[in-house]
């Protein structure tokens, strides 16, 4: 299967830590990805890991991937307004071309 | 580079008019798709294509028809809109196998 999960919703506030949880069924995936989408906007590439890794930092953000279990992980240290938006994580399972995103977190 | 480009940004149709929405890339990318993005289910593949003469479907390619005729261009039509297509769109290029990068949307309203 190719379904990949998210909560539709997450809210902190200012200052505190996000942490918005994606799972995941196909386990072939090389590639997961995080992507943000403001209000009005298109998807902008956050960050992504390669399936190899269990953690990957870059700046403010932190994803960490435990594939036995199947779960990806998007941290924002220190959010602040302008990380409000919606972030889909996203795989391309192994052998297909096609992008298969979860549903979006909406950050509030 | 411009990336992705898509017009038009918005449209309004009547039930049954037919459309065409534009997508192009100049990155000279392999791979183009369309999405369609509605409240609470995320984004899904409507048509792919993998190069110039090729194109398949994705989870909802009913009511869509797509062609690739030049690595750049990769236009979705809508041949008979119904008020269910009322959605945004959203056009992606990528190298074959890599990420995708996203144009900035078609909102699309069906009356």
């Known amino acids: 299967g190719e379904d990949v999960e998210q909560s539709l919703f997450l809210s902190v506030r200012e200052g505190d830590s996000s942490v918005i949880n994606c799972t995941y069924t196909?386990?072939?995936?090389?590639?997961l990805y995080w992507y943000k989408q403001e209000p009005g906007a298109g998807l902008q590439l956050l960050t992504y890991?390669?399936?190899?890794?269990d953690m990957k930092q870059d700046q403010r953000l932190t994803v960490l991937l435990n594939k036995k279990d199947k779960h990806l992980s998007l941290r924002i240290a220190d959010t602040q307004t302008g990380d409000s938006a919606i972030y889909f994580c996203?795989?391309?399972?192994?052998?297909?071309?096609?992008?298969?995103f979860g549903t979006g977190t909406r950050l509030l | 580079n411009a990336g992705v480009t898509q017009t038009p940004k918005f449209q309004v149709l009547k039930t049954g008019q037919s459309m065409t929405l534009q997508c192009a890339q100049d990155m000279n990318h392999e791979y183009m798709s369309w999405y369609r993005q509605d409240p609470g289910m995320g984004l899904r593949l409507i048509h792919y294509s993998v190069g110039a003469g090729i194109t398949d479907q994705g989870e909802v390619p009913n009511g869509y028809n797509v062609s690739r005729s030049t690595t750049e261009d990769f236009p979705l039509r809508l041949l008979s809109a119904a008020p269910s297509q009322t959605s945004v769109y959203f056009c992606a290029s990528s190298p074959l196998g890599q990420t995708q990068y996203f144009g900035p949307g078609t909102r699309l309203l069906v009356l």
């Open positions: 890991i390669f399936s190899n890794m």
């Open positions: 196909d386990s072939s995936s090389t590639y």
């Open positions: 996203a795989e391309i399972p192994t052998g297909f071309q096609k992008l298969v």
